[in-house]
């Protein structure tokens, strides 16, 4: 398949994109009083609120790391094509 370098672009600057945004909210996550279990004997301990959304940043920052190398993979591909034409 031949990606154009507009659309590897874009792919790379979603991978970027994801990598900015996710981290900042896995931070806001952590730090949710719901993330944590209080009153119990089992204080501090993470709740399903946490792991739920722990597994949606990791499968998030997963895929948007495919979508960055794809996207790097068909700038290089296009540059490549581009001085070899």
Do not use: K, Q, Y
Request: proline share 4%.
């Amino acid at each position: 398949m031949v990606l154009s370098r507009g659309w590897a672009l874009f792919l790379t600057g979603v991978g970027v994109w994801t990598w900015v945004i996710w981290p900042r909210f896995a931070v806001a996550i952590w730090n949710d009083p719901r993330a944590w279990s209080t009153g119990t004997v089992a204080e501090g301990t993470p709740t399903s609120f946490l792991w739920v959304h722990a597994l949606l940043i990791a499968a998030s920052l997963a895929i948007g790391t495919t979508v960055a190398v794809l996207g790097v993979r068909g700038v290089l591909a296009a540059r490549r094509r581009r001085s070899g034409a």
